[in-house]
């Protein structure tokens, strides 16, 4: 039973360090990311209850991927912006696309105002994509 028990010990220390040598998938980097457009079902809605809104965003293939999404809610105005991480694999040719989505449930009536990240212009300056939401 003790010798059972030390192999044991043995082959759970062996997987855990070869699970922590995995560097795959091993993020390099995280940037803000573009959003290329954003599907609003109803511009108009009942308070109190929940409408999804589609974030969509293109990636690389294979090398990188949705990180996260900061979602700034200020007043009326929500700001949003997408971040796209990049791990140690090779870049493929091509791109795909993919969706985030918010679950937006007002709590109060009134217009609320999106304004979604699409990047810089050519002198540095924020590029939104704005829509609004009527809640009644």
Known sequence: MKNFTKFGIAVLGIMFLQSCNNDAYELKSYE??????????NDTMTVFN????????????????????????????????????????TCQSGTYRAFNLIRF??????????????????????????KQIVVE
Not at 52 to 69: A, Q
Not at 70 to 84: E, F, H, L, Q
């Open 105 to 130: 449930e007002p709590q109060k009536t009134g217009t609320y105002y999106f304004k979604f990240w699409q990047g810089k212009d050519a002198s540095g300056n924020n590029i939104w994509l704005e």
């Open 32 to 41: 803000e990311r573009k959003i290329d457009s954003v599907k609003i079902d």
């Open 50 to 89: 929940m409408q999804p809104i589609k974030v969509f965003s293109t990636y690389n293939k294979e090398c990188e991927g949705f990180y996260g999404m900061d979602y700034i809610p200020k007043d009326s105005i929500r700001t949003v912006v997408n971040y796209a991480y990049k791990n140690n694999q």
